[in-house]
C-alpha cells in the first residue's frame, strides 16, 4: 500500500538542491535580532534547522545552538555542514517532541519553518522553550518578483497547468502553504509582550535552470502529480527565456519578533 506524502516531509527529496538553491539570510536580519533582544543571546535553539540557511546566520552569535529538524534527510546535510562545530548541535525529530533545556534559552529562532508547527500549540511551545524575557524570532522570504510583467505572465502559465497553486490576489504562486503564521498569535497572547514586524528587501537573480530547480523545492510544486509538474515547469522554462533566460526574485524577508513574559 502507499504511505500518503505529508507536504511538510517533501523537502527531504530534494535536501541537496534546496540546500544549493534555496537563499540565505541577510546580516541585517541577525542585526534586527540582536537590537530587539538588547544584547547577544547566550543560549539559541532553531525550530525546523532544515539543511541550515537560518543555522548560518545564527551560528555568528557564538552561542550554543540547537537544532531541531524534523526530515532526516535535510538534518542529514545539517549535520554535514556544522556537524564539526562545537557549538552547534542537531536534534532529529518534531519540535513538538523537543524538550527543552531547564531555564528555557535565550532565544528561539525559526527560518522558513514556523507554519509547520502545530499552530494550536506552537505559542504555547514558543514559550515554554525560553526563559524569562527571552526572545521568538520567526522569520523568512515572501517570494516575489522584480519584474511584475513576468509575474503576471507567469501565474497566467499556472492558471493554465496548475490552477491549485496559481497566484491569488495579495499572495505569491510559491508561498502557499497550512498553518500559515498569524500575528494575533503573539499578540493575543499572555506569554508574549512588545510584538513587532521588521521587513528587509533583497533582490537575487536566478537563471531558467537555477529557477526550475529553486520550484522544485517548493512544497506545493513537490505535491503535483509528476507529469503536471513536468509540463508547467516546461512552460515556465520558455517563458523565463522569452524574458532574457533570468528571473529576479524579490525577496521580502519577514521578521517577527516577541518577547517572553515573566
Known sequence: MTVPREQQRVFGEVAEDYDDVRPGYPAEILDLIVGYAGRAPRTVAESGAGTGKGTALLRTLD?????VEPDPAMAAVLSRRFGGDPLVSVTVGRFEDWTPPAGGVDLLASAQAWHWVDHTRRTRLAADALAAGGVLAVFGHDFGFADEDLRSAMNAVYQEHAPEIADQPGRPVNNRHPGAFRPEELRGSPWFTDVELQQVVTVVPYPTARYLTLLTTFSPHR???????????????DLVDAHGGVVEQKLTTDLWLARRTG
Open 223 to 237: 505535491m503535483l502529480p509528476e507529469p503536471q509538474r513536468v509540463r508547467l515547469h516546461g512552460a515556465l522554462a
Open 63 to 67: 552561542a550554543p545552538l540547537t537544532c
